[in-house]
């Protein structure tokens, strides 16, 4: 029962390694977003979730990025091939429903080599 | 892209003063949140205010939403060596279609003890 969790908080790869990034969310909150986070910027959107079925993917930079929630609770964001640009703070955050607060996860760095 | 521009973007002020900060943006929305974020860690949802709301208060906390000006402050009174974060405001569009939440630049504040 806490708040949203993040896993690993920590992700160091090689270029052109395929990386998965999980979410699990607050218990019974129906809205998951993913964002990125650049160094002394705000977080920026990927993609959202409403149960299971992904609403909005406009903000995945390029095909390599994909993100999935088969049963409405965890979520996974893959990025392909990595890139050094992919190198950030990946960000997950829940809603009870839209329109309401969005608490966020502690994030996964993730370092592109 | 970030809908929301924080004012000031750095902003130092001795313990037990007061701090503003302001936010502005562009577009129609449903509610616009505020968060803390301390050292580059984990966002912390501070504050929610709906379109239809104009002042709201949280212990120490004041925001203020002005639709007509399409801006926000939030007034933290008394502040502590512990309020010393970045503070962002984000607004969420999903009345208008857009469930995800746009983040301003945000605003640096330091406590000097």
């Known amino acids: 029962g806490a708040g949203v969790s993040q896993s690993p908080r920590y992700k160091v790869t090689k270029r052109g390694q395929d990386v998965a990034l999980r979410c699990d969310p607050i218990s019974g909150h129906v809205s998951l977003y993913w964002y990125r986070q650049a160094l002394g910027q705000g977080p920026e959107f990927l993609t959202y979730f409403n149960y299971e079925a992904q609403q909005d993917k406009s903000g995945l930079p390029n095909d390599r990025f994909s993100a999935e929630r088969p049963e409405g609770s965890i979520s996974t964001l893959t990025i392909q091939r990595t890139e050094q640009r992919d190198s950030a703070m990946y960000r997950c955050?829940?809603?009870?429903?839209?329109?309401?607060?969005?608490?966020f996860g502690p994030g996964t760095r993730l370092t592109v080599l | 892209s970030q809908q929301g521009e924080e004012d000031p973007q750095a902003l130092s002020i001795q313990e037990g003063e007061n701090a503003t900060m302001n936010c502005s943006y562009k577009?129609?929305?449903?509610?616009l949140q505020w968060y803390r974020q301390n050292s580059g860690r984990g966002l912390v949802h501070l504050i929610l205010?709906?379109?239809?709301?104009r002042e709201k208060h949280s212990g120490r906390l004041r925001v203020t939403l002005d639709t007509s000006k399409k801006s926000s402050s939030l007034l933290i009174t008394a502040s502590r060596a512990a309020d010393t974060a970045s503070y962002f405001c984000?607004?969420?569009?999903?009345?208008?279609?857009?469930?995800?939440?746009?983040f301003g630049t945000g605003t640096r504040l330091t406590i000097i003890p």
């Open positions: 205010i709906r379109s239809n709301e």
């Open positions: 955050a829940s809603s009870l429903d839209r329109g309401r607060e969005q608490f």
């Open positions: 577009t129609s929305i449903n509610n």
């Open positions: 984000a607004t969420d569009e999903s009345n208008f279609g857009n469930e995800k939440l746009t």
